[in-house]
């Protein structure tokens, strides 16, 4: 394709994200599938000119209000060209020259948009904090409060993309041999920092077409995600719950620490999910997972299941504010509940949960959020209406068989800023070994009104 039949498909695949109530990942590879006649590095180049618009949304909002124009998908591109790309105002004209496959010819608003835009870079010294760092209202208030002074500086760190980080499977083969396949591929990548089976590649590559990927050796999973089978500390021959399993990543990894022994239950209420997951369960030759769909965290499953388990994960629904280097566009299109309903969804899925722990078992909390309510004041909440379960510092959680834990403190907190990972949050709790038969039984006993209340 020629730069400016590029130009005409990104215009029009921001044109269908931005009408589209679906995550821009899933509108752009739907795109891409109808349109099959558009080869790889096309492709790539196009979803690129389409992110980048996302990344840069604020700032290109600021620049656009300020020469007064619309923000439609032809004038976010063309300003992108011109703020981000480098692009003088006559190149872009010539891109938008009507010629076959290329956009049509500038308008005289349009032409005035990219006289008043020439020489300008998408940062302005008018531009305030927000606008500069691309935060959204809806999170300011909750990122000021977590960061404090840092503000500016971590929301900053979340402009870029995100480095592609694989999860080596240890059923499979060890973190030198994924390295030596990877290498023999064409394909340079390093041992990551935090995780003991993780890989980060230098540059992006077709990772679902090697025979490392299709044989199981390795998944894709950032680094920081992958830190949570390793608090769980799953154990060969274990119970294990992972309570909200989504596409099974987090189980995956869970189920392989297990050497295949042992039983991992993954639930959900979104079943398609569960399904697709079966898939990369079997890819990765791992045959002790279970799948099971609940209808919400209430369901009777968990009532039948009360401490039966030896682990409990709960990667619970957040407001993915640590993933906005992966999704730019969840930013400004939060496709899920708000703020204001996710965290006492958050606090019932936690509450429900502990549920399944045995007496001397371990309940995990994480998220994918850098925000406080989600993380540490969920966990003081919890622990303040459950006696029973302690907080277990990373450092007692870590399993020693795989080398020092990635930090000191009581809780993982990860930042893209600090640790080049997605933004990220675990911890530890820890269900007292002496818990009596009568505590369970008053326990039940208050559920039981609890229920009938809400009935």
């Not at 629904?317 to 703020?339: E, F, Y």
Request: net charge neutral.
């Amino acid at each position: 394709m020629t730069p400016a039949a590029r130009l005409a498909t990104a215009i029009d695949l921001l044109a269908e994200v931005m009408d589209t109530p679906r995550p821009a990942d899933a509108v752009t590879s739907a795109f891409f599938r109808a349109r099959r006649f558009i080869g790889a590095k096309d492709r790539g180049e196009i979803a690129a000119l389409v992110y980048g618009v996302m990344r840069h949304w604020a700032r290109l909002h600021w620049w656009l209000e300020r020469v007064n124009h619309m923000p439609d998908p032809r004038a976010l591109v063309i300003a992108d060209c011109i703020l981000s790309g480098g692009r003088t105002a006559d190149s872009v004209a010539g891109l938008f020259n009507g010629a076959k496959f290329a956009p049509a010819p500038l308008s005289d608003r349009e032409r005035k948009l990219i006289r008043a835009l020439d020489t300008h870079t998408l940062d302005h010294p008018s531009q305030d904090e927000v606008v500069r760092a691309e935060v959204p209202d809806w999170a300011e208030p909750a990122m000021r409060a977590t960061f404090g002074d840092r503000f500016l500086a971590e929301a900053s760190a979340m402009l870029g993309e995100a480095p592609l980080d694989l999860r080596v499977n240890p059923v499979k083969a060890t973190r030198d041999e994924a390295l030596k396949a990877l290498a023999d591929a064409g394909i340079k990548a390093t041992p990551t920092s935090l995780s003991p089976v993780g890989l980060r590649l230098a540059g992006r590559a077709p990772i679902m077409a090697l025979d490392a990927y299709k044989s199981g050796m390795i998944e894709i999973q950032d680094e920081g995600s992958q830190l949570v089978a390793f608090m769980a500390d799953a154990r060969p021959g274990m119970q294990v719950v992972d309570f909200c399993a989504g596409a099974g990543g987090k189980t995956l990894a869970i189920a392989a620490m297990m050497d295949n022994k042992g039983r991992v239950v993954a639930t959900d209420v979104l079943e398609g999910r569960l399904i697709r997951a079966k898939e990369r369960f079997r890819r990765a030759g791992l045959h002790n997972i279970e799948t099971r769909a609940i209808k919400t965290e209430r369901d009777p499953w968990v009532k039948r299941h009360k401490g039966k388990f030896d682990r409990v994960v709960v990667d619970a629904p957040c407001s993915g504010t640590g993933t906005w280097r992966r999704n730019p566009d969840s930013r400004w299109r939060p496709m899920g509940p708000g703020l204001g309903d996710l965290v006492p969804l958050q606090a019932s899925i936690l509450d429900s949960a502990a549920r399944l722990v045995r007496p001397g078992g371990r309940l995990v909390y994480a998220t994918c959020s850098l925000l406080r309510e989600e993380n540490e004041g969920q966990v003081e909440a919890f622990l303040a209406a459950h006696a029973d379960f302690t907080l277990l510092p990373v450092a007692d959680a870590w399993p020693a068989a795989w080398g020092s834990p990635p930090v000191s403190t009581d809780m993982l907190r990860l930042t893209p800023l600090r640790h080049d990972t997605d933004g990220f949050f675990a911890a530890v709790l820890e269900r007292r070994a002496d818990v009596a038969e009568a505590d369970v039984a008053e326990a039940d006993a208050a559920e039981q009104v609890d229920e009938a209340a809400g009935a």
